[in-house]
């Protein structure tokens, strides 16, 4: 099973910009597919980003949620361990707790691990 440590939350002012890092430990990364999560306050939590697990940016894939393509980039370094969510661009709406997730690959005996949050606040 992974375990994850998330960073990079904070308070930043409209159109400004933030970077989420989630550092991973306890199995092989490259072979989870990872993405990031949000909750806002009194709403269910919604997927933000994912991309596909894999050795080589040339062969992962991405999505993202509608109202956050074209400001957010979800990115992995496999040899960090680590994956990113540049978020460019933030709007008020954007303000809830940050949770990064990873998928085990398929027949694997594990299920999705989430890490334990951070904060992210848009606000003047």
């Known amino acids: 099973q992974v375990q994850l440590v998330e960073s990079g939350g904070g308070l930043v002012q409209p159109g400004g910009s933030l970077r989420l890092s989630c550092a991973a430990s306890g199995s092989i990364f490259s072979i989870y597919a990872m993405g990031w999560s949000r909750q806002a306050p009194g709403k269910q939590r919604e997927l933000v980003a994912g991309i596909t697990s894999g050795n080589s940016t040339n062969y992962v894939q991405t999505n993202y949620l509608q109202s956050v393509k074209g400001r957010f980039t979800i990115s992995r370094d496999n040899a960090k361990s680590t994956v990113y969510l540049q978020m460019n661009s933030l709007k008020p709406e954007d303000t809830a707790v940050y949770y990064c997730?990873?998928?085990?690959?398929?027949?694997?005996?594990?299920?999705?691990?989430w890490g334990q949050g951070t904060q992210v606040t848009v606000s003047s």
């Open positions: 997730y990873a998928d085990p690959p398929p027949l694997s005996p594990y299920t999705r691990s």
